[in-house]
């Protein structure tokens, strides 16, 4: 089974709406790691998230990680087209840093 | 510039040979990672290398091998013991933060899409 798990799977928002992509572990996650992907490409990075509660921003997209550190959620306001692509959320769940695992992945599409 | 390099971008396979995929980086990394990903599903871990000579199996080791000679390199072969190598491969690669008391991100190549003919 997966130990990180997103939702939703995939998301079909209008331009201009905002939106919310949720990962969930059943153990404590020492690091919290957001990504984007286009299809058959590489990720890009976009945040990583290691306090209980912290809260970071850049441009139009806001995450999360609650106090007990295993759920983060990913908050796009006034989506675009350019958001489009698939969300993985990446964790690092023994404590051991280069043991990066990641979720099931949250296929984001934009209509116009 | 500094970055993670995969090659091919493209590879065929037939059934019971083996391949390796290529991974460089030059961002002076020290760890290094090989993931899986299957349609509809997120990345799943095959290996990872902490340090040069020494790496460890992940979540589906089965059927890879790796090596770690240098630490810039970290090649995957795919052998004819893995069942269903056909699948999109990323590399990647991140400072050994652990040692250091520090976490950093890891920097992803741009993928290699095996398919078995």
């Known amino acids: 089974s997966q130990e990180l798990e997103q939702s939703p799977q995939s998301l079909i928002v209008q331009e201009g709406k905002n939106l919310t992509i949720n990962c969930t572990s059943s153990?404590?996650?020492?690091?919290l790691y957001w990504y984007k992907q286009k299809y058959g490409e590489g990720l890009i990075f976009l945040m990583m998230l290691q306090k209980g509660g912290e809260e970071k921003s850049h441009e139009k997209i806001t995450a999360k990680l609650d106090e007990k550190k295993q759920q983060s959620s990913l908050h796009i306001t006034a989506s675009q087209p350019s958001h489009a692509g698939i969300y993985l959320c990446g964790a690092d769940r023994t404590g051991t840093a280069s043991k990066l695992t990641f979720g099931t992945g949250t296929r984001l599409q934009v209509t116009l | 510039d500094g970055g993670i390099t995969q090659s091919p971008k493209y590879l065929f396979r037939k059934e019971g040979q083996n391949v390796t995929l290529s991974c460089e980086q030059n961002l002076n990394h020290d760890a290094m990672y090989w993931y899986r990903q299957d349609p509809g599903q997120g990345l799943r871990l095959i290996y990872y290398s902490q340090i040069v000579n020494d790496f460890q199996k992940g979540d589906i080791a089965e059927g890879y091998s790796v090596s770690r000679e240098k630490k810039e390199s970290f090649p995957l072969t795919v052998t004819s013991a893995q069942k269903n190598p056909t699948a999109f491969y990323l590399c990647?690669?991140?400072?050994?933060?652990?040692?250091?008391?520090?976490?950093?991100?890891?920097?992803f190549g741009q993928g290699t899409r095996l398919t078995v003919v």
């Open positions: 153990k404590t996650l020492y690091g």
């Open positions: 990647a690669s991140s400072h050994d933060s652990e040692n250091r008391g520090v976490r950093t991100e890891a920097f």
